[in-house]
């Protein structure tokens, strides 16, 4: 079983950050592909960013961003703590959502659609006033 816990939501003003972490763990699991998702309320949850994390991109540099997120977050990895990070810059009050990290454990053809991740974390929730 595969546990995702993410931390590091909270209020804060327009234009201001929040650094988002999701820490993985659980016995012997396999990792594809790490992947951030939002949900504003009475609206579709939505990809943010991913990151591929198998034993062979475990050191890759690609990440995939949702274009109405690109140049303000980051997503990023920690090997050893099993942990990703999504840093979030400039923040808009239309990024109030409920954050969720989820894991792919195979490909299945992109990084972006929710039906290609197996697990999922419970949520942060992320408040930005204007």
């Known amino acids: 079983q595969v546990q995702l816990v993410e931390s590091g939501g909270g209020l804060v003003q327009a234009g201001g950050s929040l650094r988002l972490s999701c820490e993985a763990s659980?016995?012997?699991?396999?990792?594809?592909?790490m992947g951030w998702f939002r949900q504003a309320p009475g609206k579709e949850r939505e990809f943010v960013a991913a990151?591929?994390?198998?034993?062979?991109?475990?050191?890759?540099?690609?990440?995939y961003y949702a274009d109405s997120v690109k140049g303000r977050f980051t997503i990023s990895r920690d090997n050893a703590k099993n942990t990703v990070y999504l840093q979030m810059n400039s923040l808009k009050p239309e990024d109030t959502a409920v954050y969720y990290c989820?894991?792919?454990?195979?490909?299945?053809?992109?990084?972006?659609?929710?039906?290609?991740?197996?697990?999922w974390g419970q949520g942060t929730q992320v408040t930005v006033s204007s």
């Open positions: 990151i591929p994390w198998s034993a062979i991109t475990a050191y890759s540099a690609t990440t």
């Open positions: 659980g016995r012997a699991f396999r990792r594809y592909a």
């Open positions: 989820a894991l792919a454990d195979r490909y299945r053809g992109s990084y972006s659609r929710i039906d290609e991740y197996d697990y």
